[in-house]
């Protein structure tokens, strides 16, 4: 049996490129065209940091779900109960501080 087309999925078909614009497209690859001014300029430390402008004593609005391996669950659990803490708070006491001495040190800010 012979394969037959049918005339109306010939016509479905998209154009080929044309193979002078294929040649100049594998030409230009590998070059970078854009040029310098038109990248994205760095992004900028703002001044005063948006954490800086809140509550810091504020109620808590929002949780984070941490998946924690089992010895990372046991450490924290030794931890919490060894401070009569639940393991929430014990993350929350160590957490916030390292997070305060890491953003200090990104900024450049040594009085923290």
């Not at 970078?32 to 703002?46: D, I």
């Not at 998946?67 to 919490?80: D, G, P, S, T």
């Amino acid at each position: 049996m012979k394969f037959k087309s049918k005339p109306e999925a010939l016509r479905a078909l998209p154009d080929l490129p044309d193979p002078a614009d294929v040649a100049r497209f594998a030409a230009g690859a590998g070059t970078r065209t854009v040029e310098p001014a038109a990248l994205p300029e760095m992004t900028v430390v703002p001044s005063v940091p948006p954490w800086e402008k809140l509550d810091k004593d504020a109620k808590p609005l929002s949780g984070l779900n941490l998946r924690l391996n089992a010895y990372e669950h046991e450490l924290l659990k030794f931890l919490a109960e060894s401070d009569d803490r639940s393991i929430q708070q014990t993350i929350k006491r160590l957490l916030i501080p390292a997070a305060e001495s890491a953003a200090a040190a990104i900024r450049g800010d040594s009085s923290s």
